[in-house]
């Protein structure tokens, strides 16, 4: 083995082979309703919140998606890590169980912003497979502000929890962001910094949410992780076929969702139509 082929982490397999026995995966974003304590919150049963997460993930399910993430996208504006209150990891700890009960498929657990200790709580609560983390290593400026790599914390969490089987996807340069701090290095060294760390899985994505990045952009991260690799922003029917013949795996929402609109229910015609256009 020449010094460059060495391998920079120690990644324990194939994260969605493991998972889902295959690759060329397409897991569906649960956008759940504002939760209680969010801004957006208006009072509504928490009942109601659930059975709108649980139908989500039904439509991606049934329509041929190979899992799906929860994400608390409508406690928007995000907070940073600490000041995320534990209201919200109880909420969606119970969503999460019931989508996993019911649906008997993988599931993954996003905390947004960048919480990965509340993200590794709910997974480990609802038995779920991985979480995603937008900067597990080095720092950015988000729209929260100075945002720095969880990965040291988390690490040691999970394994205060006994949850090694949960595995960490983790976003290269990710989207929402300013990476000033680190443009000395090359976004490859940036990678490799996510392996290093011990990342399952890597995540390009685009510049914001519903926004598609370029393909010799999602091959450079590709070719820089040497990990099973996902696109987890702005794939659609119309771009899906080039980007899953460079990666492994999509993470897909407001392209499926009713009007192509991030915050309204899951479309079930999309995503079998979606589904159905796969060349995998």
Known sequence: MTPSSKPIGQAAGDALTSLYGRTKVVIGVVHLAPL?????????????????????????????????????????PFAKPDDIGPETSAYMAVVSDRIRRKLGRPIGINVLANAAIPALSIASAAGAGFIRVNQWANAYVANEGFIEGEAARAMRFRARLRAHGIRIFADAHV??????????????????DLVFFEADAIIATGQRTGHAADLSYIRM???????????????????ANDILSIVDGVIIASALKHDGVWWNPVDPARVTAFIAGLAR
């Open 36 to 76: 209680p304590g969010s801004p957006r919150y208006q009072g509504e049963a928490v009942e109601a919140i659930y059975q709108r997460g649980l139908d989500d993930a039904k439509a991606y399910l049934h329509g041929g998606c190979d899992g799906v993430i929860v994400e608390n996208h409508g406690d928007i």
């Open 175 to 192: 989207k929402h962001g300013a990476h000033a701090i680190v443009a000395d290095r090359p976004v490859e060294e940036l990678v490799k």
């Open 221 to 239: 991260i590709k070719e820089a992780a040497g990990l099973p690799t996902l696109v987890g922003s702005g794939v659609t029917p119309d771009n």
